[in-house]
């Protein structure tokens, strides 16, 4: 498995590939403020962006699935993890493959001492992580106390299995929220995410704990077998 650091804006990291066609993870680190959309979260965008003039954001419109999610610089811990197309590597339905990743991403975040750590097998009825990425609940997601901690998704290409996982650091879900009732979309009334701000008050120093859980997740994710 082969590792980088890759630093960009968040249009870029988005559009990155490996240069070789070898199984890669990647620690991204954005240098911009965006809210992004979900591909089917089209339609929202002109209203968004008009909300957006002026303000410390900008809109974007990504290519895979989900809802709106916000992300900031140091923000969050992201991780690609990009399998080539013809890998062997889980040849389970897609279901399956992101239940194993968030196997191995809960067994790192345990090391880490957060606590009351599951992993998501089904998603929820509720369809609230379609505008809302981190207020729904899908196939590998963790879930710490019964609030979601960590969000992956899946995109394939003819040459990539493309996997991006993220934890919130600090608690800026709510912008999301605040953007999307202000053109007047239906979101959830009751906060089920979390970030690790608000989890580590007794596990330190938050910037410990986030080094200290990067580091974890890609040691866990480097022994993948292919």
């Not at 399956?96 to 067994?107: C, D, M, N, P, W």
């Amino acid at each position: 498995m082969n590792f980088t650091r890759y630093v960009g804006d968040v249009e870029t990291i988005f559009e990155f590939r490996p240069p070789t066609q070898e199984p890669t993870l990647v620690s991204f680190s954005n240098l911009d403020t965006v809210l992004t959309l979900g591909a089917s979260q089209r339609e929202l965008l002109r209203e968004l962006n008009s909300y957006a003039n002026g303000r410390e954001f900008t809109v974007l419109l990504r290519d895979n699935g989900g809802g709106a999610v916000w992300l900031e610089p140091e923000g969050q811990i992201w991780l690609g993890l990009y399998l080539p197309s013809s890998s062997g590597f889980l040849a389970q339905d897609y279901r399956s493959e992101l239940i194993h990743l968030g196997e191995y991403a809960r067994v790192a975040l345990a090391g880490v001492g957060l606590g009351d750590l599951e992993v998501v097998v089904g998603p929820d009825d509720t369809l609230v992580g379609k505008s809302v990425c981190f207020a729904g609940r899908s196939y590998g997601e963790i879930t710490t106390y019964g609030r979601k901690i960590l969000g992956i998704s899946l995109r394939r290409t003819r040459s990539w299995k493309i996997y991006h996982l993220m934890i919130p650091v600090f608690e800026r879900q709510h912008k999301v929220v605040a953007a999307l009732r202000h053109i007047e979309v239906p979101v959830p009334n009751q906060i089920n995410w979390t970030a690790l701000e608000t989890e580590v008050r007794n596990l330190g120093d938050l910037e410990v704990v986030v080094r200290r859980s990067e580091e974890a997740l890609i040691l866990s994710f480097s022994q993948v077998s292919i």
